[in-house]
């Protein structure tokens, strides 16, 4: 049978590759042309080119390079320090208070650059230092930063859910207002072991600041908490769309860092534009190649047989989620998230819809195990990108991760339970 023998086939290529070192692009553009030549010699390889090409021209795509310009412009003009020291001169204090700080500001980075590895980046650097002078272990930190960005792949504006959206063609902006509640729900469940945490370890306490160190960090803070307004206030008003939304945000990113705070000069403008670029084409190139090796296999009938396999002929909707959350974790914990979104989504996409699973609710569901695979080992891209950034051995990153990596098991079975958590704002 044709489809099962390619099926293996492009298995095989992608696994081969990846064991060479070759970037997941490589695999994902090399694998469809070996089943056109091999398996479908009456199309013309060309054909991939414009599938390609056709995977990156949808409009809400430029919502991507928005967002993350706006993020780029608020990391190098230090907003993840206001927004550091606003939550940290209310709860610094408190018992565990510097790892409630780490969780809410990863929360509130999140609603502003939409990608866990930026929030890493962003909110790793500055609040490791000061958890390591309160007490805190290297190896807890790491772990809880690593954590808590997945509430960025949650949190609007998440680029998960604009993949998906993509994918399945389901409203990004009600995807956008649905990640809030299971945002939320990890935020609460990390503070709350961070407090209890503390108290088993006996973390010692920060120091309280006074009232006049809060009302400076509020001040300092205020424009900066208007980005997570614009985003998710401005799409749930109707005022514009998910893609004006990201247009919005650089302007505002622009002003507040540029004229209001003055943090960054109108020449560094065009270097962080470039920093920006590289990381958008390696995200198209990934969104291209997707579009590529999703269509091979939807031609191939690949995604019918895989669902009836393993889904069986009449699967309840219980049943579907369970597998998906399966299969998006696993994958998610060797392969970039959108690559994964990209591939596993076809698949599993209509055996949901025939279950009665409401498509928003699983687009929570696969962008939460998306952000769960990507901070879980072996191969979770926040974990290489904290050893890069913190300069730390893959070992040592990962060893505090485990009671994370349960906590979020947790909460995507509670997700699955309980739908509402995820619409009750829709």
């Not at 909110?123 to 954590?147: F, Q, T, W």
Request: proline share 6%.
């Amino acid at each position: 049978m044709i489809d099962t023998s390619m099926f293996y086939t492009l298995l095989a290529i992608m696994f081969i590759l990846l064991f060479l070192n070759f970037p997941m692009m490589i695999p994902l553009i090399v694998a469809p042309i070996v089943g056109i030549l091999v398996y479908f010699q009456h199309i013309e390889p060309m054909f991939l080119i414009q599938q390609m090409m056709q995977g990156i021209s949808p409009y809400v795509l430029l919502a991507v390079p928005l967002f993350i310009f706006a993020a780029d412009i608020m990391s190098v003009g230090k907003t993840s320090t206001r927004l550091l020291d606003f939550v940290g001169a209310f709860v610094g204090h408190l018992r565990g208070g510097y790892a409630i700080t780490t969780c809410a500001a990863c929360t509130l980075f999140g609603s502003i650059s939409g990608s866990t590895q930026a929030t890493v980046v962003a909110i790793g650097r500055p609040m490791r230092e000061r958890l390591l002078k309160v007490g805190y272990k290297d190896a807890s930190a790491i772990a809880l930063i690593i954590n808590s960005s997945d509430v960025a792949l949650l949190i609007p504006p998440s680029i998960g859910f604009i993949i998906y959206a993509l994918v399945t063609g389901t409203s990004v902006g009600s995807l956008f207002i649905a990640g809030i509640g299971p945002g939320l729900v990890v935020f609460l469940t990390f503070a709350v072991y961070s407090y209890i945490y503390a108290k088993v370890r006996n973390i010692p306490l920060a120091e309280k600041v006074s009232w006049a160190t809060r009302l400076k960090a509020s001040k300092e803070a205020l424009f900066p908490m208007g980005f997570p307004i614009i985003v998710i206030g401005g799409i749930y008003s109707g005022i514009f769309s998910p893609t004006e939304a990201a247009g919005v945000s650089v302007l505002y990113a622009l002003v507040l860092e540029v004229v209001i705070f003055k943090s960054i000069h109108i020449k560094e403008i065009p270097n962080i534009a470039l920093s920006t670029g590289l990381v958008t084409s390696a995200v198209f190139v990934l969104v291209a190649g997707g579009q590529a090796f999703t269509w091979i296999i939807s031609y191939a009938r690949i995604p019918p047989m895989i669902t009836e396999t393993v889904l069986g002929t009449d699967p309840s909707a219980f049943y579907v989620l369970a597998m998906v959350s399966i299969f998006f974790f696993i994958g998610c914990m060797f392969v970039d998230p959108i690559v994964v979104i990209f591939i596993l989504t076809p698949i599993f996409y209509r055996a949901a819809m025939q279950a009665g699973i409401d498509p928003i609710h699983l687009g929570v569901i696969i962008t939460f195990q998306a952000a769960l695979g990507s901070a879980t080992p072996p191969f979770g891209v926040d974990i290489f990108t904290a050893s890069a950034v913190f300069n730390r051995p893959y070992l040592d990153v990962i060893r505090g991760t485990p009671p994370y990596i349960i906590m979020l098991v947790a909460i995507s079975i509670l997700l699955i339970i309980f739908p509402q958590i995820s619409l009750f704002l829709l």
